[in-house]
T-cell receptor, first 115, second 114 residues
Framework: DSGVTQTPKHLITATGQRVTLRCSPR?????VYWYQQSLDQGLQFLIH???????AKGNILERFSAQQFPDLHSELNLSSLELGDSALYFC??????????????FGPGTRLTVL | AQSVTQLGSHVSVSEGALVLLRCNYS??????LFWYVQYPNQGLQLLLK??????LVKGINGFEAEFKKSETSFHLTKPSAHMSDAAEYFC????????????FGSGTQLTVLP
């Protein structure tokens, strides 16, 4: 158990819909990262938040957005869903900037299926 | 920009045989390198990490990796494979900069044959 929790574990929805994925980081970690894992794209970095502020964006679509709340949990919002958005979405947390390297601890993921 | 190439999307070894999973990286700055393992229907678990302290890095479950700058490689090895090692393995690189996100390789599925 990494200490990172994600809900829900599975999500099935229809095209055009909007969903929210939730992540609670390890106790004390200020950084939250979101990754998408799909068969065709592999594991891709989406976005990084540190202590409530956006720090970096990766291959995140404009239909996707995220935020980190004062209690440090984070939500990833996916809207106007398409079939190709079906994937496993991981959240990871780290103690950045406490360490000079970036050891990230991953949650169990949310499997999103868009029908 | 940084990138990681994992050679061999599928590797099969016999139980008790040497495991060798290959990873080559590209980075414009001294990299931080990681190996993660993913078991079916689970998240990623850190096996080991290279942070410039030592070129030979020992991780969990008997795995180790050697950083070779001249070859831009960070191959993962285990002397004797166990059935429980069957999983997908990902090599990742971070530049250690302000963002510090991980760039992952495409993964190697390890099968251990009885």
């Amino acid at each position: 158990d990494s200490g990172v929790t994600q809900t829900p574990k599975h999500l099935i929805t229809a095209t055009g819909q909007r969903v929210t994925l939730r992540c609670s980081p390890r106790s004390g970690d200020l950084s939250v990262y979101w990754y998408q894992q799909s068969l065709d794209q592999g594991l891709q970095f989406l976005i990084h938040y540190y202590n409530g502020e956006e720090r970096a964006k990766g291959n995140i679509l404009e239909r996707f957005s995220a935020q980190q709340f004062p209690d440090l949990h984070s939500e990833l919002n996916l809207s106007s869903l398409e079939l190709g958005d079906s994937a496993l979405y991981f959240c990871a947390s780290s103690a950045f900037p406490g360490a000079s390297y970036n050891e990230q601890f991953f949650g169990p993921g949310t499997r999103l299926t868009v029908l | 920009a940084q990138s990681v190439t994992q050679l061999g999307s599928h590797v099969s070894v016999s139980e008790g045989a040497l495991v060798l999973l290959r990873c080559n990286y590209s980075s414009s700055v001294p990299p931080y390198l990681f190996w993660y393992v993913q078991y079916p229907n689970q998240g990623l678990q850190l096996l080991l990490k290279y942070t410039s302290a030592a070129t030979l890095v020992k991780g969990i479950n008997g795995f180790e990796a050697e950083f070779k700058k001249s070859e831009t490689s960070f191959h993962l090895t285990k002397p004797s494979a166990h059935m429980s090692d069957a999983a997908e393995y990902f090599c990742a690189v971070s530049d250690g900069g302000s963002a510090r996100q991980l760039t992952f390789g495409s993964g190697t599925q390890l099968t251990v044959l009885p």
